[in-house]
């Protein structure tokens, strides 16, 4: 009993750390969407989200994927300061990698070589500013697994949260003082991923972890540790690539095919998806340092089907309530032409769904080192996607192109849950969330529909869904009470 409390008491411990980092962060940033949606066009939001996509393959796969890498390996016990000399160094290997390609195409752009193509627009200038974003998030994303992957998970909460507010303030400063437009909105970022990436350097002592002795590449240990970590990561590039098609493609489909306006409104329409795309992060964050201490343990298995349970009563429940409150939270957060945006949510909210519960997964295949096999499941996620995108964006527009998000991390989910059961047995009520996710395509039909009554045939749907899962939200309630006392009574 013991054992359990300390189980529970560590991933929840961890994951009220991390929504410190994430939700308050993800929700600061989330509230300027209107402030965007008014001093951006969409065309100049389909450009700043085009870059944004970009960086989630960009920096994974020619980092060789150091931050998951480190994130793993330094959980594991390995020397943590071999591990920051190793993936920085592919840190700076990847920067350098890109800068050739960027200023290749800014040349390239100055001697006419791209006129004609986009419409005109400066492609060697973005070729420049993409090149100083990928800089700035490599080295901020790898220091906040790396500093996760060390345990201090308070140093990486304050380069989060320095991140939000460098962000917010550069975004006032830029955007309404200058009045940059696109520009200003780059700039802001570069600003405060670097700055966050410097401030959690300094906080882990990294200038002396570097200077210390004993740390030659030419030693057996660097060099027996640098080919471990490549090979980790070299093993979740498929993985990596995948998620990124699964997350992105569809964005490139949309731009070649719809424009640039209607990439903007796309963009826009996963604002609200993010929501709970936040509390799945949390968790994952969370659960991803539990699965390592846990995976091999004998009750392993009971361990991890009960989170499993919870999980996804609180996303399905989490989901619901948000589409029950869907037009509002739209009317109030998209401006100008942007408000059409909510139409798309729906599926990519229950598509969030799919890719937590895949997420978590595959956090079990990777506490077993095994990224190939949720690579595989990924990847064929991935293929759907592409052959979805390109029937039913020509047939239903943007709204194509999130269904095509929905069924990908659908086949995902099955497939992860196949390649599970190679290493534990999960047992989870597989008919009831079967059922849970009918009733929510329901509510997202009668809410497309836009029936008469659809608030209050939505409302009892929300309330059949808590019936459905009130063994859990009653499980959650005792262990809430438990640790709080009277407070929650």
């Known amino acids: 009993m013991g054992k359990t409390k300390g189980r529970y008491r560590y991933l929840f411990s961890n994951m009220a750390l991390f929504t410190v980092s994430s939700f308050i962060s993800k929700m600061l940033v989330f509230f300027l969407v209107p402030f965007y949606t008014t001093v951006l066009s969409e065309a100049e939001y389909g450009v700043a989200d085009v870059m944004a996509t970009t960086l989630l393959i960009a920096v994974p796969v020619l980092t060789v994927n150091a931050g998951e890498a480190a994130l793993r390996f330094a959980l594991g016990g390995s020397d943590p300061d071999e591990i920051l000399r190793i993936g920085l160094t592919r840190v700076i290997r990847a920067c350098a990698v890109i800068a050739a390609i960027c200023l290749a195409a800014f040349f390239a752009d100055r001697f006419g070589l791209f006129s004609g193509v986009a419409g005109g627009a400066p492609l060697g200038t973005y070729a420049l500013m993409f090149l100083a ?3 700035s998030d490599a080295f901020y994303e790898y220091m906040l697994l790396y500093c996760q992957g060390i ?10 949260v320095s991140c939000t507010a460098l962000t917010i303030a550069s975004n006032m400063v830029f955007l309404l003082v ?4 696109l520009y200003g909105y780059l700039f802001s970022q570069m600003t405060a991923f670097s700055l966050s990436a410097l401030l959690m350097f300094f906080l882990v002592k990294g200038r002396e972890r570097l200077s210390r ?5 030419g030693k057996e240990e660097y060099k027996k540790l640098d080919a471990e970590m490549g090979e980790y990561g070299s093993s979740m590039m498929l993985y990596a690539v995948s998620s990124w098609i699964n997350n992105a493609i569809d964005r490139y489909y949309i731009l070649f095919m719809l424009g640039s306006a209607v990439n903007g409104l796309y963009g826009v329409a996963y604002r609200i998806p993010a929501i709970l795309t936040t509390f799945q992060r ?8 539990s699965a390592v201490r846990e995976y091999r343990k004998e009750d ?6 009960g989170l499993y349970r919870m999980y996804n009563a609180a996303m399905v429940l989490c989901c619901a309530a948000i589409l029950l409150v869907l037009k509002p939270i739209a009317l109030l957060l998209f401006r100008k032409g942007f408000y059409d945006a909510w139409r ?5 909210l229950i598509a969030v769904i799919f890719g937590a519960l895949e997420g978590f997964l595959g956090s079990i295949c990777l506490a077993f080192k095994d990224g190939k096999s949720i690579g595989r499941a990924t990847c ?4 759907v996607n592409i052959v979805l995108n390109f029937v039913l964006i020509r047939h239903l527009g943007a709204f194509g192109a999130a269904l095509s998000t929905l069924f990908s991390y659908f086949t995902m989910f099955i497939l992860a849950w196949k390649m599970v059961e190679r290493h534990i047995q999960l047992n989870v009520g597989r008919a009831r969330d079967f059922a849970a996710y009918v009733l929510l395509g329901a509510e997202s039909f009668v809410l497309l529909s836009s029936f008469g009554a659809d608030y209050l045939l939505n409302a009892a749907i929300v309330i059949l869904l808590a019936v459905l899962y009130g063994k859990e939200i009653t499980e959650v309630y005792k262990k809430c009470r438990k640790r709080f006392g009277r407070k929650i009574a």
Do not use: N
């Open 133 to 135: 974003l990928f800089v």
């Open 151 to 160: 345990d201090r998970v308070k140093v990486m909460i304050t380069g989060s």
């Open 178 to 181: 200058v009045r940059l437009g």
């Open 213 to 217: 002795p004993g740390l030659a590449p």
């Open 282 to 289: 949390i968790f994952a964050q969370a659960f991803q340092m």
């Open 300 to 305: 392993g298995a009971e361990f991890f089907s």
């Open 344 to 348: 798309l949510v729906p599926p990519l």
């Open 380 to 383: 064929a996620g991935a293929v």
